[in-house]
């Protein structure tokens, strides 16, 4: 992907009406009838899954190619991706990995990241629990982990086996977790013997068949099933669409799409068709049940949509992008949205 002098992209600046730069979010128009054939193989993550299945079906309602969506885990998307080379785009619920993308480049390809959502990851008892509402980031990595009832994390709580139900170690919801809770150590939470599955839907229904059992999945399989499940709060904060874009809720994360500039040139459709998912997601993200990126991270996946088409970028991201040795801060970018 090429870089962009400063001098060329002010020149683009001036010679850009303000408008471009709002309805259109700097994206050419696409038609999805001019696609009516051809491939478009997308795998990957579970919590990505429902998002990327419903802007399938608007481009295929729209008279596209229907894309084939696998719901695999953000870890499996990218085996396929980069190193099997099968899928045009990889669907992830967390960055991709070092490895990752040295995997991408030995078969050709580099991974371009085009951050579309975000997750408040859920943790989730059954509507029958009547006893746990929130927990500290501690009683987490106990309930995950050491504890073997309830009542070894609060005394107050139920002399119960707590009853645990997880993603598989191939999905980005369990690398974020084990991340974040234990700070990247897999020992603890796979010694407790969980139910692991990449079926979010077969893990709301361990959950919710015993008000001892938790869990948790990405923030849309609990809206779904929000009249059988309690969402906990963390820490004492709830996640909500405010928490999860100014990062303080504990367990907020990017939700991305991930193609490579080769693959969108060489297969006109899949190229329209990442178009046309950055250009309605902010439309249908909420209705799925997750939120907004914030608008400097979307900023950033229009123009690399753009530098992959080689365009200049034009966004808030777009001084970044021209120049990637000089850095923001977090707060600046907004990165956690």
């Given at each position: 992907m090429?870089?962009?002098?400063l001098?060329?992209?002010l020149?683009?600046?001036?010679?850009?009406?303000?408008?471009a730069?709002?309805d259109?979010?700097g994206l050419?128009e696409?038609?999805p009838l001019d696609?009516?054939?051809?491939?478009i193989i997308?795998a990957g993550?579970?919590?990505?899954?429902?998002l990327?299945e419903r802007?399938?079906e608007l481009?295929?309602?729209?008279?596209?190619v229907a894309?084939?969506i696998?719901?695999?885990?953000s870890?499996?998307?990218?085996?396929?991706?980069?190193?099997?080379g099968?899928?045009?785009i990889?669907?992830?619920s967390r960055?991709?990995?070092d490895s990752?993308?040295?995997?991408c480049n030995?078969i050709g390809r580099?991974a371009i990241?085009?951050?579309v959502?975000?997750?408040?990851?859920?943790?989730?008892?059954s509507?029958?629990?009547?006893f746990v509402?929130?927990?500290?980031?501690e009683?987490?990595?106990?309930?995950?982990s050491?504890?073997?009832t309830w009542s070894?994390v609060?005394?107050?709580w139920?002399?119960e086996?707590i009853?645990r139900?997880?993603p598989g170690?191939?999905?980005?919801?369990?690398d974020?977790f084990?991340?974040?809770?234990?700070?990247?150590?897999k020992e603890p939470?796979l010694s407790?013997?969980?139910q692991?599955?990449?079926d979010?839907?077969?893990?709301v229904q361990?959950?919710?068949?015993?008000?001892y059992?938790?869990?948790?999945?990405?923030?849309?399989?609990?809206?779904e099933?929000?009249?059988?499940l309690?969402i906990l709060?963390?820490?004492?904060?709830?996640a909500?669409a405010?928490t999860?874009d100014?990062?303080?809720y504990?367990l907020?994360?990017?939700l991305?799409?991930?193609s490579?500039?080769?693959i969108m040139?060489?297969?006109p459709?899949v190229?329209?068709f990442i178009?046309f998912?950055l250009t309605?997601v902010?439309d249908e993200?909420?209705?799925?049940?997750?939120?907004?990126a914030?608008?400097?991270?979307?900023?950033s996946?229009?123009?690399?949509?753009?530098?992959?088409?080689?365009?200049?970028?034009i966004?808030?991201?777009?001084?970044?992008l021209a120049?990637?040795?000089?850095?923001k801060?977090?707060?600046?970018?907004?990165?956690r949205?």
């Amino acid at each position: 992907m090429r870089i962009v002098s400063l001098a060329a992209l002010l020149v683009t600046f001036a010679l850009i009406p303000t408008g471009a730069f709002a309805d259109g979010h700097g994206l050419p128009e696409v038609d999805p009838l001019d696609y009516p054939t051809g491939e478009i193989i997308t795998a990957g993550s579970s919590t990505v899954f429902p998002l990327s299945e419903r802007l399938a079906e608007l481009w295929t309602d729209a008279g596209g190619v229907a894309p084939s969506i696998a719901s695999i885990g953000s870890g499996a998307g990218f085996e396929r991706f980069c190193v099997q080379g099968e899928t045009h785009i990889s669907n992830a619920s967390r960055a991709i990995k070092d490895s990752e993308r040295e995997s991408c480049n030995a078969i050709g390809r580099e991974a371009i990241e085009f951050r579309v959502g975000a997750d408040a990851l859920a943790v989730t008892v059954s509507a029958a629990n009547d006893f746990v509402s929130d927990v500290t980031m501690e009683e987490l990595a106990q309930i995950f982990s050491s504890a073997n009832t309830w009542s070894d994390v609060r005394a107050e709580w139920p002399a119960e086996a707590i009853q645990r139900f997880i993603p598989g170690t191939d999905s980005g919801t369990f690398d974020f977790f084990v991340e974040e809770v234990f700070d990247e150590d897999k020992e603890p939470i796979l010694s407790a013997n969980p139910q692991l599955s990449e079926d979010d839907n077969v893990l709301v229904q361990g959950i919710t068949g015993s008000p001892y059992a938790i869990g948790f999945f990405g923030y849309a399989y609990y809206v779904e099933n929000r009249d059988a499940l309690n969402i906990l709060s963390i820490e004492g904060i709830k996640a909500n669409a405010q928490t999860t874009d100014d990062g303080s809720y504990p367990l907020a994360r990017p939700l991305f799409i991930y193609s490579d500039a080769g693959i969108m040139m060489e297969k006109p459709q899949v190229n329209a068709f990442i178009n046309f998912y950055l250009t309605h997601v902010n439309d249908e993200v909420v209705d799925v049940g997750y939120f907004p990126a914030s608008e400097y991270a979307f900023s950033s996946a229009i123009d690399y949509w753009r530098m992959a088409n080689d365009m200049l970028p034009i966004g808030d991201a777009a001084m970044d992008l021209a120049d990637p040795d000089e850095e923001k801060d977090d707060s600046e970018k907004g990165s956690r949205g």
